[in-house]
């Protein structure tokens, strides 16, 4: 079998744009996989037309090599968007190997490790604490048992230390509403610096949080060994991290508890599982970042099914109506713990006529500020 075309699919449903990529074989049979870097799709676009060339006449099982090439044939090392192209690839090619073999994508991975992936969904843009206490429970009344909180902005602004303040009055309230057995994470979107980390991750110690994410900015790791050393409470971060590389330091170090691996980020299914393996020897947990759609929500599955470390995955936007047009096929969406599934490869199908429904459109991405006026991650 070999590669004879990639076809990229750049489209702006109501809340985001995606970037889809569709590997198609001399035998007919095609693989899918999504790019990763919000916001960077149309970048993506054009390093997907530099590298894409490479592919022609691969043999799709040789996803080692290809995944080498497409690293070093630019010579530069690939950045995030290069390696959002080469996740996509690489899920596309998996994708292509499952299915030549009429086997779900996990049993090339190695087998299924769990019975059910342990998700946990988010609560949300709410507005106040009474809105955070009402979505949870009607989340927990729903069946969920792991919930995800956020750092509030006020109209768009992050003061850091009103920040804080409202975050920790978020959870304390929600901790009291859900009671004990239901797990609460935060995920800070990087949106502090060091001192206002260490303040929220000490007020947040009495909430037994099951994980406190992205406390920091990633580009300084010397933060994060700074903050390791001053609150006991479990870090995740890893999001933003494009290669095993942008991991071994946190690995290595011991400076987070969960690695938040974004299959679309970090170089598709071949990268993740070096990463999963480089942690597993830190007793470091996976929890798979997935923000976007039901085809990373279903690489994300498959690569969860199969990976010892990998504990709990975000739920993301993979409920069976979401985009339903343009993915008419993908793993059945459950509440609370998702089954291993069985249908060929990711098990996810594309509607290239939907995708006309959804025409590109470049969008600003969000504008946080400080209260100086000066910017504020988002
Ligand atoms: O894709 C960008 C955001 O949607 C994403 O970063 C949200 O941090 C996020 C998360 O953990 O899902
Ligand atoms: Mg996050």
């Known amino acids: 079998m070999r590669v004879t075309a990639v076809r990229p699919f750049l489209f702006s449903p109501a809340h985001r744009t995606y970037l889809v990529v569709r590997v198609e074989t001399d035998e007919g049979l095609t693989g899918l996989g999504t ?8 970048a993506g676009l054009g390093a ?17 090599a290809i995944w080498q090439r497409l690293f070093r044939c630019n010579f530069y090392p690939a950045d995030l968007v290069g390696m959002g192209v080469i996740s996509a690839i690489d899920m596309a090619l998996w994708d292509i190997k499952a299915r030549s073999l009429n086997q779900p994508l996990w049993r090339l991975l190695g087998g299924k490790v769990r019975d059910h992936v342990p998700l946990y969904t988010w609560l949300g843009h709410v507005a106040t ?40 009055e978020r959870v304390a309230a929600v901790r009291d509403a859900v009671g004990p057995a239901v797990e609460i994470c935060l995920d800070a979107h990087t949106r502090l610096d060091l001192p206002d980390a260490v303040t929220l991750a000490r007020e947040l110690e009495p909430y037994n949080l099951r994980f406190l994410e992205d406390p920091l900015r990633s580009e300084n790791l010397e933060n994060y060994r700074r903050l390791r050393r001053q609150t006991a409470i479990p870090l995740a971060a890893g999001e933003q991290f494009a290669t095993k590389w942008r991991f071994r330091s946190v690995i290595e170090e011991d400076l987070i508890d969960y690695a938040r691996i974004d299959l679309g980020n970090v170089g ?37 099914v199969a990976t010892e470390n990998t504990t709990l995955l975000e739920a993301g936007n993979c409920t069976d109506d979401f985009l339903r047009d343009v993915y008419p096929t993908r793993p059945a969406f459950p509440v609370a713990n998702w089954p291993v599934p069985d249908g060929p490869g990711l098990g996810v199908d594309l509607n290239e006529a ?22 504020s991650n988002w």
């Open 35 to 42: 790019f990763g870097p919000s916001h960077h799709e149309e």
């Open 48 to 64: 997907l037309a530099q590298l894409a060339p490479q592919l022609r006449g691969a043999d799709p099982f040789d996803t080692e």
């Open 129 to 168: 604490v009474d809105e955070a206490v009402s979505v949870a429970m009607e989340k927990v009344r729903a069946g969920w048992r792991c919930l995800r909180l956020g750092i509030p902005d006020r109209d768009g602004v992050i003061d850091p230390p009103v920040a804080v303040r409202d975050a920790v």
């Open 268 to 304: 598709g299914i071949t990268e993740a599982l070096k990463v999963a393996g480089m942690a597993q020897t830190h007793s470091i947990k996976i929890a798979p970042h997935n923000p976007l759609d039901p085809l990373l929500g279903a690489a994300c599955l498959h690569f969860s």
């Open 354 to 375: 939907a995708i006309g429904d959804y025409p590109f459109v470049r969008r600003a991405p969000h504008q946080f500020r400080r209260p100086d006026g000066s910017y």
